[in-house]
């Protein structure tokens, strides 16, 4: 691994070492919209952290993998997922380095992690017919939670443009646009369906 992704991997087994380990919810985009999950296929929740994404979808009785840069945080979503007797294949894998093959999943789920070299090989990786579920923070937040470079910060519908040629589902982005302080903010969400 080039000294580059190591700093990175370091950076977020530190994160998960250091941090409470009681996982998040799982992602708005997942968890209100689950009635749109296929009855069965292959889900794959990318940059998956603690899991929260993975646990939802296995318990959507979906065949699940759980790809993340850090070891320490799949280990805690491995325990946690045979504490509920739930079969979620975790990989520490580094995305940008070994990207999903193409058409291999029927859902990806993708949460609070943004890279745009990554967005043609999800693209590809999801099967005909096949759902993406994405939300991740917006340059035009309300606040300083999230990341503060804007490189991993969304452009006033880039994710929408992301899947332009995909049949929309749900798209939200509410950036600062009315009462502030009401209702989601901070981040975009999407639901696509690849044709």
């Not at 000294?3 to 998960?16: A, E, H, Q, S």
């Not at 993406?132 to 452009?155: A, E, M, S, V």
Request: positive net charge.
């Amino acid at each position: 691994m080039a000294p580059l992704r190591n700093r990175i991997k370091n950076k977020w087994d530190k994160y998960y070492s250091s941090n409470i380990k009681t996982p998040a919810p799982p992602s708005e985009v997942l968890f209100f919209n689950q009635h749109l999950l296929p009855s069965k296929g292959a889900a794959l929740d990318l940059a998956c952290g603690y899991g929260s994404n993975s646990i939802c979808l296995a318990n959507n009785k979906l065949n699940v993998t759980a790809w993340d840069i850090s070891q320490l945080a799949l280990q805690e979503l491995s325990i946690r997922s045979k504490d509920l007797g739930l079969v979620i294949n975790c990989e520490a894998r580094d995305v940008l380095q070994y990207p999903p093959e193409p058409n291999t999943f029927d859902v990806i789920v993708v949460s609070k992690f943004l890279d745009r070299q990554l967005i043609k090989h999800i693209r590809r990786a999801i099967k005909p017919n096949g759902l993406i579920f994405y939300q991740t923070f917006i340059k035009d937040k309300i606040d300083k939670l999230g990341p503060k470079n804007p490189d991993y910060q969304l452009n006033k519908n880039e994710l929408l443009e992301f899947f332009n040629d995909w049949k929309l589902i749900f798209y939200r982005e509410d950036g600062k646009t009315g009462n502030s302080k009401r209702e989601f903010r901070n981040e975009a969400m999407i639901i696509a369906q690849k044709k």
